[in-house]
């Protein structure tokens, strides 16, 4: 379960880190006031780094109690 929950987290957080996406969905969700505040290297990069250790341990996890 963690290792989808961070996957999921990461491909999302890199999609709006990397590509336009972020605004486009804030619009569409009548949400556009809050680009300003979201729409930040400073608040996505950490939020792709906790998702990418999430599904780091969910793997870890997972390898461990396979053995």
């Known amino acids: 379960m963690m290792t989808w929950v961070g996957g999921?987290?990461?491909g999302f957080a890199a999609l709006c880190c990397f590509t336009g996406l972020l605004p486009f969905l804030l619009?569409?969700?009548?949400?556009?006031?809050?680009?300003d505040i979201v729409y930040r290297d400073s608040l996505l990069f950490p939020v792709l780094g906790i998702s990418l250790i999430i599904m780091g341990a969910g793997l870890w996890l997972t390898k461990s109690k396979s053995n």
């Not at 619009?27 to 680009?35: K, N, R, Y």
Request: hydrophobic fraction near 65%; charged fraction near 0%.
């Open 27 to 35: 619009m569409a969700l009548g949400l556009g006031s809050l680009i």
């Open 8 to 10: 999921i987290g990461a």
